[in-house]
């Protein structure tokens, strides 16, 4: 399968900071990636669909404006968490949607969040 | 949208065969099921995925009912490293290619 990567793998910020997290397709190309988030002993939420060169579409309750998606290149996604509150904490994983293989996405390790 | 239905838990003894079931009775087209698995703190790991036939690779089997609308995942041999929650993932819907994740079943290993 593909190998997803994602940095930082952990992150500890204070309320009010932004965080950035990289998404990064380390054997395919995507024009398609997806964020999800995850909290304790719940199962994943998808948050985001990021386009590689347009802008991504955001699943009904999450804010544009506070988890801010670019998709610069197609290899990498990113996710920024603006203004971060501990409400936020939680752990965001990535998936890759690899193209002209429309079959199957691979998934990244995951970033584990902690806001203070 | 195309909804699934798995088992909230489930436990194996080690070395044992282990069936997961999940019923997908709303799909439809000819999209793919797909099946992850989730580590504690790990992103989900791709195990198999199949559209009409029984499709078999190093990690599981999926056996997909003829009507399509359940599937089972087969681990023939489990061992404590397999436990995790398992994803049955329904069909892309719309075309949209978004993975809807429901609870998954848990499996529990037991030495």
Redesign the interface.
């Known amino acids: 399968?593909a190998v997803?990567s994602?940095h930082p793998s952990r992150v500890i910020c204070k309320s009010g900071t932004s965080v950035k997290i990289e998404c990064r397709s380390l054997d395919f190309q995507a024009t398609?990636m997806?964020w999800?988030r995850q909290f304790p002993k719940q199962?994943?939420?998808?948050m985001a669909?990021s386009n590689e060169g347009s802008k991504a579409t955001y699943e009904q309750g999450v804010e544009k404006d506070k988890f801010l998606i670019n998709h610069a290149s197609l290899t990498l996604s990113t996710l920024t968490v603006t203004s971060a509150h501990p409400e936020d904490s939680s752990?965001y994983?990535c998936?890759v949607?690899p193209t002209g293989v429309?079959?199957?996405?691979?998934?990244?390790?995951?970033t584990?969040l902690l806001v203070l | 949208d195309a909804k699934t239905t798995q088992p909230n838990s489930m436990e194996s003894n080690e070395e044992e065969p282990v069936h997961l079931p999940c019923n997908h009775s709303t799909i439809s087209g000819t999209d793919y099921i797909h099946w992850y698995r989730q580590l504690p703190s790990q992103g989900p790991e791709y195990v198999i995925h199949g559209l009409t036939s029984n499709v078999n690779n190093r990690m599981a089997s999926l056996a997909i009912a003829e009507d399509r609308k359940s599937s089972t995942l087969i681990l023939h041999r489990a061992t404590l490293r397999d436990a995790a929650v398992y994803y049955c993932i329904p069909p892309l819907t719309s075309g949209t290619y978004k993975y809807i994740f429901g609870t998954g079943t848990r499996l529990k290993v037991l030495a």
Not at chain 1, 102 to 110: D, H, K, L, M, V
């Open positions: 399968g997803v994602q398609t997806f999800y199962s994943l939420m998808l669909t752990f994983i998936s949607y429309r079959e199957t996405q691979y998934f990244g390790p995951g584990r």
